[in-house]
């Protein structure tokens, strides 16, 4: 079990990765620093209650927790105010008070809903992630929690950190192969911003990773998590460097918009960003040979590097100046320097946006 220990400016909070972990739980549950919660609420949804819920229920009742459950439907319409609604409705049912926990097993949707429920249940209530999706380790490092609103994604939330977050590697075994390779987008971005050799260590191990060896499952979530951890530790309410963590996002963000969220899931679009960030970069003459290798490694975790989308100028570009992160509508980007360091720059020349989209159509050179 590898154990990597996040700072924030109020609180601490250990992630603990590795395989078996779901069957430990009331051990790691102990070892945590607060008033333990008797009574727990598992917040999942319909694709991993039936694979994971009834062993961690089990485990925690004869720990001796109260524990109750309750099911959301899979995908991304769960995080939505109703279904938060629901959730508070099932939790005032169940008796949660205020020393009662949340538990959130499953992937970034089910962590943000009920994260979102635990941040404003009685004004905050602990808050446990069990991460079920290679996605979600980007979900447990950071504190943000929250739902969707019908005119724009992540809308109304929260900062509410976990008190632990447990990630059993093992739950990756029933993950599906588009679901990991996603995952794998977010992974290979925090190398790609931060740390060379994970780079290096990433082309590596590729084989191993794709064959869900869980020692190497557990060091790529680690290395991942500790990349996210540091930068938001030095920026928890985003004002400058926890954009980097947005590297590939600006043009992914947009292709997910342009594409009405059907096309493409987010790590795959943020694969085909980061490919046409690598090129922006080259463009703008900020970064040399940094495309190819990016290509080349993104590829390798079977994840898109192109798009004929990407035909969609127009509509693209004014989704990248529509986009919460974007300075007052200008072309704002997470830019490589080289492998393993960017920089944010603004007021990126549409013409060079355009270039890169044209590539991102189809060209492979
Ligand atoms: N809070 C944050 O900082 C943060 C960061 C990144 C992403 N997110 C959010 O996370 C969400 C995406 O997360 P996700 O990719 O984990 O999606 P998800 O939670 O929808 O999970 C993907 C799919 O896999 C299924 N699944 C989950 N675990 C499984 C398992 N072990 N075996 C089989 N199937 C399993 C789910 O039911 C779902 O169908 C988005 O809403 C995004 O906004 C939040
Ligand atoms: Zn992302």
Redesign the pocket.
């Known amino acids: 079990m590898r154990t990597l220990w996040v700072e924030t400016a109020t609180t601490r909070y250990p992630i603990q990765i590795g395989s078996g972990l779901l069957k430990r739980l009331p051990v790691l549950l102990e070892e945590v620093e607060w008033t333990p919660p008797k009574r727990l609420m598992v917040v999942t ?4 209650a039936p ?2 819920l009834e062993r961690v229920i089990a485990s925690l009742t004869k720990a001796g927790y109260s524990v109750g459950s309750w099911v959301i439907p ?3 319409t769960s ?1 939505s105010l109703s279904m938060v609604e629901q959730m508070a409705g099932e939790a005032i049912r169940q008796g949660l008070d205020r020393k009662s926990g949340i538990l959130a097993l ?7 809903a009920a994260g979102f429920l635990a941040a404003t249940y009685m004004r905050g209530i602990p808050f446990v992630q069990l991460p ?2 290679l ?2 380790h ?2 447990s490092v ?1 504190g ?3 739902v969707n609103h019908p005119l724009g ?2 809308m109304v939330g929260a900062f509410h950190q976990p008190d632990l977050v447990v990630f059993d590697v093992d ?2 075994k ?3 192969a588009r ?1 990991m390779a ?2 794998f987008a ?1 992974v290979i971005k925090e190398a790609l911003i931060r740390d060379d050799s994970f780079v290096s260590w990433l082309e590596e191990n590729r084989d191993g990773l794709m064959a869900k060896d869980p020692a190497l499952l557990a060091e790529a979530i680690e290395r991942g998590c500790r990349i996210k951890a540091e930068v938001v530790s030095q920026d928890e309410k985003e004002s400058g460097l926890r954009a980097i963590l947005n590297y590939g996002h600006t043009i992914g963000h947009a292709l997910e918009a342009v594409t009405g969220y059907r096309r493409f ?3 795959e679009a943020v694969a085909i960003g980061m490919v046409g960030a690598a090129m922006l970069g080259e463009t703008l003459g900020l970064a040399h040979d940094v495309s190819g290798r990016t290509r080349r490694l993104i590829q390798s975790f079977e994840l898109p590097v192109q798009a004929r989308e990407a035909a969609e100028a127009d509509a693209l570009i004014r989704a990248m100046r529509r986009d919460k992160k974007s300075d007052q509508g200008s072309l704002t980007f997470v830019l490589p320097r080289k492998i393993g360091s960017v920089e944010i720059v603004k007021e990126v020349p549409e013409a060079a946006v355009r270039q890169v989209l044209s590539r991102l159509e189809g060209e492979m050179g």
């Not at 949804?45 to 991993?48: E, G, L």
């Not at 499953?106 to 943000?112: A, E, I, L």
């Open positions: 949804d319909t694709h991993v694979l994971y899979a995908g991304e995080k499953g992937g970034g949707v089910v962590g943000d079920t999706t996605l979600a980007d979900s950071g943000k929690v929250g994604k992540n739950t990756l029933s993950l599906p679901e996603a995952g977010e899931i987010h790590g």
